[in-house]
C-alpha cells in the first residue's frame, strides 16, 4: 500500500484545500485510472516536446543558412528561457510529489 503524503502548504496551494478535511481516505481504482490518464497524457506532450526540441537543434546545427532579424532572435531565446523554466519547474514538482508517494 502507498499513502500520498503531499502537503498543500508546500505546493503554495493550501488555501485551494481549506475544509477538505485530513481524514485518510481510499482512492478507488476508477479515480486511480482517471489520474494515470492524465500523467500518459503528460508524458506523451513531454515525447512531443522531446521531438520538436530534437528537430530544433537538429536545424541548428545543420548546414544550412539561417537568418533572423535580432528583434525574432531574442524572441527565440526568451522563449526557450520560458521553456526551460517551466520544465525545471515541472521536474521540481515531479521531485516533491515523488518523494510525497510512499509505501507503508
Do not use: C
Not at 485510472?33 to 537543434?57: H, P
Not at 525574432?72 to 508517494?101: G, H, M, P, R
Amino acid at each position: 500500500m502507498y499513502e500520498i503524503i503531499a502537503n498543500p502548504e508546500q505546493y503554495q496551494i493550501d488555501h485551494l484545500i481549506n475544509g477538505t478535511g485530513n481524514a485518510n481516505v481510499e482512492i478507488s481504482k476508477e479515480e486511480r485510472d482517471n489520474w494515470a490518464g492524465e500523467i500518459v497524457n503528460f508524458s506523451e506532450k513531454l515525447t512531443e516536446f522531446a521531438k520538436k526540441s530534437k528537430a530544433l537543434a537538429k536545424l541548428l546545427s545543420s548546414t544550412e543558412k539561417i537568418s533572423a532579424t535580432p528583434a525574432s532572435l531574442k524572441t527565440l531565446k526568451i522563449q526557450l528561457f520560458i521553456i526551460n523554466d517551466a520544465l525545471n519547474a515541472a521536474i521540481e514538482i515531479a521531485d516533491k510529489l515523488e518523494s510525497d508517494i510512499v509505501k507503508k
